[in-house]
């Protein structure tokens, strides 16, 4: 299955419809939750993580996964405190982090669910989605919410991954999430943010949060400080040599293999398939990805390759080889 045809699938909430997928490759199921630190918790699978603080008042939950997955989050965060669900953070529009939102706030009809302007208006935009996935409360750059150990600090810095990406601070657990802007240390699906403000919004970030040591990412990893830092100048990275290669006239490939000789950036150029992304990229294919994305965005033309498609040849630029964003080939029987 095309990474573009998965995208498609995620972004329609289609799964029940598209069984060779689900049949080849499934969403791995949440797992038994994590504690992180504190009254931190963690729910991989499912769709994105989700995370767990217990507060005094109630929980709340930071992205609710796929639909279908809301008694199994409830399920995890049972069994370590019976407090009532008070609010939910949804850090984008995605299916499989607002995915079970619905199912939450039936059970707990006062909820309160947040998330930025432009998260929202993705969400309306989408005629698929439910009602009971919309925020109820919304906000535009920045927003604090509780007080003392239990503040929680919401910030935008602009379109990344999405239009709407906001960043989770715990500033007592010294704990940022980031949602599906750093997802798996490696450069993410960009979808309706782009390539050009991907790295504008890390720098903001890294430059404007002060005193986290513990990084959540959106799927898979829990990183830390250094990790987002390394991650920032990577995009950047790429960025710049995307540019260089567009302006020498050279194919999107040859940015791809300048990154490849900075050391730093192996682990984000690695060519396996990570454990719970079988039905994703590898790094390497995404880093070709983004590439391609930032050609088109140079040349000012819609971008076709986020989801993986090779980038066309034009005037403009020189076409990309298929083979550098093709899907890992089926899992051995
Ligand atoms: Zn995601
Ligand atoms: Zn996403």
Redesign the pocket.
């Known amino acids: 299955m095309k990474p573009m045809t998965l995208l498609t699938a995620?972004a329609f909430g289609a799964f029940a419809a598209a069984p060779t997928l689900a049949q080849r490759s499934p969403l791995p199921p949440p797992e038994p939750i994590q504690h992180i630190t504190g009254n931190v918790y963690k729910i991989f699978g499912g769709g994105?993580n989700t995370l767990v603080l217990v507060q005094k008042a109630g929980v709340v939950l930071i992205d609710t996964k796929m639909p279908g997955n809301g008694q199994a989050i409830l399920d995890q965060v049972r069994t370590v405190t019976d407090k009532p669900i008070t609010t939910i953070i949804n850090?984008?529009?995605?299916p499989?982090?607002i995915g079970s939102t619905d199912f939450i706030r039936e059970k707990y009809p006062n909820v309160q669910v947040i998330s930025s302007e432009n998260t929202k208006t993705e969400i309306a935009g989408n005629p698929m989605y439910k009602a009971g996935v919309l925020p109820n409360v919304t906000y535009k750059d920045r927003m604090t919410l509780g007080k003392g150990k239990e503040r929680i600090e919401l910030y935008y810095f602009g379109p990344a991954?999405?239009t709407g990406d906001t960043f989770v601070v715990v500033p007592s657990a010294h704990l940022l999430f980031m949602?599906?802007v750093m997802?798996w240390d490696m450069a993410?699906?960009l979808?309706s943010g782009g390539a050009s403000v991907l790295p504008v919004a890390l720098e903001k970030l890294v430059s404007t949060v002060k005193g986290v040591d513990i990084v959540v990412e959106?799927h898979g990893h829990v990183n830390n400080w250094k990790g987002l830092e390394r991650f920032t100048r990577f995009n950047r990275a790429l960025l710049t040599a995307a540019r260089a290669a567009y302006d020498r006239g050279d194919a999107p490939g040859t940015a791809v293999a300048e990154l490849q000789k900075n050391p730093e950036f192996a682990p984000l150029l690695d060519t396996k398939i990570k454990k719970g992304l079988e039905y994703g990229n590898t790094p390497l294919a995404r880093a070709h990805m983004n590439v391609n994305v930032a050609f088109q965005e140079f040349a000012g033309e819609r971008v076709t390759t986020a989801n993986g498609a090779p980038l066309p040849a034009t005037d403009k630029h020189k076409g990309s080889d298929p083979k550098d964003t093709a899907p890992p080939p089926p899992p051995a029987a």
């Open positions: 995620l994105g850090t984008h529009s995605h499989d982090h991954h999405t949602g599906d997802a993410p699906f979808p959106g």
